[in-house]
């Protein structure tokens, strides 16, 4: 009798299984060839203690390299399983490979009206953000709030004057640094599904990081007030409203974007 040829598995095969271990707990890795745990060497005694002794010293689980590696593709087959935004939110919430989620108190999703014909796509959330779990609610926050009443859109409202607002990471990095690039390149799958699912008109990235991770190009002083294509959207890089707090001569940069965008808003 001859046995049927095992199916071959894909590299999509492969993933999916590691990201579906991954989620069922699965924390050590195995090797290809069996061992015997029998002749295996004894670890050496603790400092200090005899041969006899039966404590064993107690390390922290070692990350997984393979599951560390493979982290933006575990990201972006729970992003692709996401058919709701609400859906996009538990899946984020339970993705546990980024370092950023150790150390932050909320998970910071997004704020606004999800059917907006803008989206405005921040870098990272600070300690306001973090605490209140919305993005944009600090100084930087309340610029942005005034930046864009003067064309008629807010947050708060519905319609064609609606906003909605996210970030390019949802967590916290500590003492507000820029997210490093393998962060960024982490959580850019779920950033990806968040646009297509809440399918705006208009993106509107802030500042260089979310440019880094949405158009894959940084220094927003040449990008800004320029139309771009991103996903398929009419996309309008502008300053962060934190820089223009920093540099408020900026402010005439942001009103000359703001007009722009109005004039486009369908």
């Known amino acids: 009798m001859t046995l049927p040829d ?52 107690v390390s922290m689980a070692r990350a ?43 998970l910071v999703f997004a704020d606004g009206n999800p059917t907006a014909r803008v989206m405005i796509v921040g870098e990272g959330p600070g300690r306001d953000e973090d605490v209140q779990g919305k993005p944009f609610v600090g100084r930087a926050g309340q610029m942005l709030d005034r930046m864009f009443a003067a064309i008629g859109l807010s947050r708060e409202k519905d319609g064609a004057d609606a906003l909605y607002i996210t970030n390019v990471v949802p967590w916290r990095p500590p003492q507000n640094r820029d997210p490093e690039p393998d962060e960024i390149a982490m959580m850019l799958p779920f ?57 408020p001569i900026r402010k005439r940069d942001c009103w000359t974007d703001l007009l722009t965008l109005k004039a486009r808003l369908p």
């Open 64 to 106: 997984m390299p393979e599951v560390e590696k493979a982290a933006p593709d575990i990201a972006r087959i729970m992003a692709d399983r996401a058919d709701t935004l609400c859906a996009l939110r538990k899946a984020m919430d339970s993705f546990d490979h980024c370092a950023l989620k150790k150390g932050a108190r909320n």
């Open 6 to 57: 095992a199916p071959c598995l894909t590299h999509e095969d492969a993933l999916a299984m590691l990201a579906w271990q991954v989620e069922m707990g699965v924390t050590c890795p195995i090797g290809d060839e069996p061992i015997n745990r029998y002749e295996a060497a004894p670890p050496p005694p603790m400092a200090g203690m005899g041969t006899t002794s039966n404590i064993r010293p």
């Open 191 to 247: 950033l990806q599904r968040h646009i297509a699912l809440a399918d705006p008109d208009i993106l509107v990235p802030m500042g260089n990081i979310a440019c880094q991770a949405l158009l894959g190009r940084k220094g927003i002083t040449r990008l800004r007030g320029k139309w771009v294509e991103v996903q398929g959207r009419l996309t309008l890089p502008m300053l962060h409203p934190a820089f223009v707090l920093r540099d």
